[in-house]
């Protein structure tokens, strides 16, 4: 590892002398102006990943539902899922080294995962539309050329986008094509492949009003739009071209204020749904007859699925017990 050029990029990306930040589900997250030097820091522990685990590993840039002056960083594994919860401990131990602690910190984590530095590595980089994204994610591109990865910076993409292309890579394409055109023709055919299942399918346009919180979700709901025509009507709501993002609007206002967002005209018995900041995250919602909202709870519809399915297995289980007891 060429420590010397590691610590003299460093020092383009200063840590601020005391800041702690913690490595969490949600990566890191704090106001965008303290965040340079993570950046910087979580490039460089995405090449270490991807040298662990010989994948293409994702670093994606956003706050998700905060708010617009804030910002964050996560890391993405190789089949598209969280950083292993080992390497939040590298995370947040190499975002608060002190500048004389970094290179102590480095090389600690290759003496720990015991790695191979010439083996090749990749990264995906990915970003909202937060104003101070686009920097933030040069700071990731420095981290990542200063230890000679290769990678590919595939610019505005959701948060899902970003997941789905890292795992088309590490799957050879066997997952699917790994572009965001591929992931618009795989998610468009299996919504109309379902359409065509439900039972009151005849050929009717279904409308789908959505908000997209000022976000990178809107931007891309527009781009797949057109796959989408045969089968879905969207009208856009807080699609950035005059709102702020996330400011009464989005997921996390509408599932805590339990009320529709800023913007939008409800009409009784229409489809309306909600984005987050960065597009992983959707809640739906509508106002009955008489103008009561209702929010179709993810979480509470997810934990009664579950439940039922326990249900299931539990008898599953009795019957199978009670056939081989006799």
């Known amino acids: 590892m060429h420590l010397e050029a590691v610590l003299r990029s460093s020092a383009r990306h200063a840590k601020p002398p005391g800041l702690i930040l913690q490595y969490g589900t949600a990566g890191f997250r704090t106001n965008a102006e303290h965040l340079d030097h993570v950046m910087y820091r979580m490039g460089l522990l995405a090449v270490l990943r991807s040298k662990k685990t010989k994948s293409a590993i994702g670093v994606m840039v ?22 292993a919860q080992e390497w939040e401990v590298y995370a947040t131990n190499l975002a608060n080294a002190e500048e004389h602690e970094l290179q102590m910190v480095l090389t600690n984590i290759i003496k720990q995962e015991s790695l191979n530095m010439q083996q090749e590595s990749f990264i995906g980089i990915g970003r909202d539309t937060r104003p101070s994204s686009e920097t933030l994610s040069c700071a990731v591109i ?27 890579r590490n799957t050879n394409g066997g997952y699917g094509e790994p572009t965001v055109e591929g992931y618009y023709q795989k998610l468009s055919k299996a919504f109309k492949e379902l359409v065509q299942q439900a039972p009151d399918c005849g050929g009717e346009l279904r409308c789908l009003n959505v908000d997209g919180a000022n976000g ?91 439940t039922f399915i326990k249900e299931l297995l539990l008898k599953v289980l009795y019957e199978f017990l009670t056939v081989y007891s006799l």
């Open 142 to 168: 420095d981290g990542v050329s200063t230890l000679d990865s290769k990678f590919q910076d595939y610019g505005l993409v959701t948060t899902p986008q970003l997941h789905y292309i890292i795992c088309c």
């Open 62 to 83: 956003t706050a998700s539902h905060n708010p617009e002056e804030d910002n964050g960083v996560k890391l993405v594994d190789p089949m598209g899922e969280m950083l």
């Open 216 to 306: 990178i979700g809107a931007l891309k709901l527009k781009e797949m739009e057109q796959y989408l025509q045969s089968v879905l009507s969207i009208q856009f709501f807080n699609d950035g071209s005059i709102g702020k993002l996330n400011y009464m609007c989005g997921a996390d206002y509408v599932k805590v204020q339990q009320k529709s967002p800023e913007g939008m005209d409800i009409k009784p018995v229409e489809r309306y749904c909600s984005f987050d900041g960065d597009a992983d995250r959707i809640v739906y919602y509508y106002n009955d007859l008489n103008n009561g909202f209702h929010l179709l709870d993810g979480d509470k519809i997810a934990t009664l699925i579950s």
